[in-house]
């Protein structure tokens, strides 16, 4: 098991910790009393994450006292709205929960930001718990506060900093995870190690599919832990993206959200999305000789074990850059993007539009060519009927 504490100035009178425990899911409860108190939960969950692990929660906080309730809502992007946290405010209050009532998320990054951004706006606020089950809330959603929703002109637009009670992370969750969603995760935390590991980059070299097929959970509870220690500093030392520190978690999000967004958040996983976006971000900062060509091509080697859809033929370079345009971290007009310096080193950095162009054409020319090589591969001599011959 591994304890990390995420802590916020002024210290020590704002912190909480992050607990990374295969099987932990058994033990909410104990943390639960021990971190929290509150006397009423909602466990706010998606419908198929209630399936699989709601009725565990919801075990262990009744076995320690605790007058708990799930409160489901679809699953899918689509939840992540203003629809839905009405209705979620709604059902908070014809169940009469008030300020001393806590909120379980329970689920993946869309019900973690949801119920993250309800527990920040009801009642002007309230305390919330954090539990991911999905590899990408694990390593990136679950930590540092962020909350929010999606508007029909771009990805979380609207939310609050919201800090949780505590966060509880079971990796043995991530077995009913499909695999799509296992290599979505793992590009969040490749992304922590661009920015600030190289150590930890080196590992995904080495070890990056056993990783996404959960060989060893041990193997990738230490990689989550890690993932979440970074995370963990970048927040402690910027909360709310005042320095432009914590910025750096955004590399490969701004090509990223704009892919998500021109595509109606269906083509593409956030993590899939974020893969391109990182290629993208990594060809400007060697275009413009930050990232040594050496750097660069360990990046690309990296990714491309990374399964991703291609792009879609029909989307304009045009469209996306709009998309960027309204990116939240732009800035009187101008445009930021988390540059790479080297493996685990990264800055923010003004880029001109016919930068960005120019990375989109080449991740166009980048996919060409991987399709091409797909194309190419020698497919494997069917064996003759009755098996192969003696």
């Known amino acids: 098991m591994s304890e990390i504490w995420v802590e916020l100035p002024p210290a020590p009178a704002r912190r909480y910790p992050v607990h990374v425990e295969a099987g932990g899911l058994e033990r909410l409860g104990e943390l639960y009393t021990r971190h929290v108190a509150g006397a009423r939960a ?86 919330w718990v954090v539990v991911p089950t999905t590899l990408l809330a694990q390593v990136d959603a679950s930590v540092g506060g962020k909350t929010g929703v999606n508007h029909r002109l771009g990805k979380n637009l609207i939310g609050a900093f919201h800090q949780p009670e505590f966060v509880l992370i079971d990796p043995e969750t991530l077995r009913t995870l499909p695999e799509r969603e296992r290599w979505s995760g793992l590009v969040e935390a490749i992304k922590h190690g661009l920015i600030r590991d190289e150590a930890l980059f080196e590992r995904f070299e080495r070890e990056l599919e056993a990783l996404a097929r959960l060989e060893d959970v041990s193997a990738l509870e230490a990689v989550i832990a890690r993932s979440v220690a970074i995370k963990a500093e970048i927040v402690a030392r910027d909360e709310r993206e005042a320095t432009g520190l ?72 045009e469209e996306l850059l709009e998309y960027i345009r309204r990116d939240k971290k732009a800035r009187r007009g101008g445009l930021r993007l988390v540059l790479l310096e080297g493996i685990g080193r990264a800055e923010l950095a003004e880029v001109e539009e016919v930068e960005i162009l120019q990375a989109l054409r080449f991740l166009r020319d980048h996919d060409a060519q991987a399709q091409d090589n797909r194309a190419r591969r020698p497919r494997a001599e069917p064996e003759p009927p009755g098996g192969a011959e003696p």
């Not at 075990?59 to 203003?82: C, H, I, W, Y």
């Not at 839905?84 to 908070?92: F, G, H």
């Not at 955004?250 to 021109?262: D, I, K, P, Q, R």
């Open 42 to 127: 909602a466990i706010v969950t998606d419908r198929t994450v209630e399936k699989l692990h709601a009725r565990r929660a919801l075990q262990a906080l009744k076995a320690r006292g605790v007058d708990a309730q799930v409160v489901p809502v679809p699953a899918g992007e689509s939840s992540k709205s203003l629809e839905w946290a009405d209705r979620l405010y709604t059902r908070l209050i014809w169940g009469r929960f008030d300020r001393e009532a806590v909120i379980v998320a329970l689920g993946g990054g869309v019900v973690i930001d949801l119920a993250g951004f309800v527990a920040a706006t009801y009642l002007r606020g309230v305390r």
């Open 246 to 317: 914590r910025a750096l978690l955004n590399l490969g999000h701004t090509v990223g959200h704009a892919l998500e967004a021109a595509t109606g958040y269906r083509a593409l996983t956030h993590g899939e999305a974020v893969a391109w976006g990182l290629l993208a971000e990594a060809w400007i900062a060697r275009a413009r000789g930050r990232l040594s060509p050496e750097a660069f091509e360990r990046v690309v080697r990296l990714l491309a074990r990374v399964p991703k859809p291609s792009l879609p033929e029909d989307l304009a370079n």
